[in-house]
Nanobody
Framework: QVQVVESGGGLVQPGGSLRLSCTAS????????MGWHRQAPGKQRELVAI???????NYLDSVKGRFTISRDNAKNTVYLQMNSLKPEDTAVYYC?????????WGQGTQVTVSS
């Protein structure tokens, strides 16, 4: 089993930046990918970005060029750098860890983009 702890998030003005962090613990040797999803009120949860063990990345079209996902394997941590934030990026962001034994989720962190 993999445990997931998120940090970051908060309130930012349009055009601003935030960085989310997510650290995995437990059975980390079975991890195959780390990523972020988000869920806005009244909408389904959607994949924002994901990075595999081979550093292959995939992004939601609406965040390409603005968000960057990266991971520090020594710290078992994945980051989501979010730049040029827009009000439509407002959502609860969830870290997702995909391992050989299944999927583990973080508790979620609120990101609000508003003036």
């Amino acid at each position: 089993q993999v445990q997931v702890v998120e940090s970051g998030g908060g309130l930012v003005q349009p055009g601003g930046s935030l960085r989310l962090s997510c650290t995995a613990s437990g059975n980390i040797f079975s991890i195959v990918a780390m990523g972020w999803h988000r869920q806005a009120p009244g909408k389904q949860r959607e994949l924002v970005a994901i990075v595999s063990n081979g550093n292959y990345t995939n992004y939601l079209d609406s965040v390409k060029g603005r968000f960057t996902i990266s991971r520090d394997n020594a710290k078992n941590t994945v980051y989501l750098q979010m730049n040029s934030l827009k009000p439509e990026d407002t959502a609860v962001y969830y870290c997702k860890i995909v391992s050989k034994s299944g999927v583990s989720w973080g508790q979620g962190t609120q990101v609000t983009v508003s003036s």
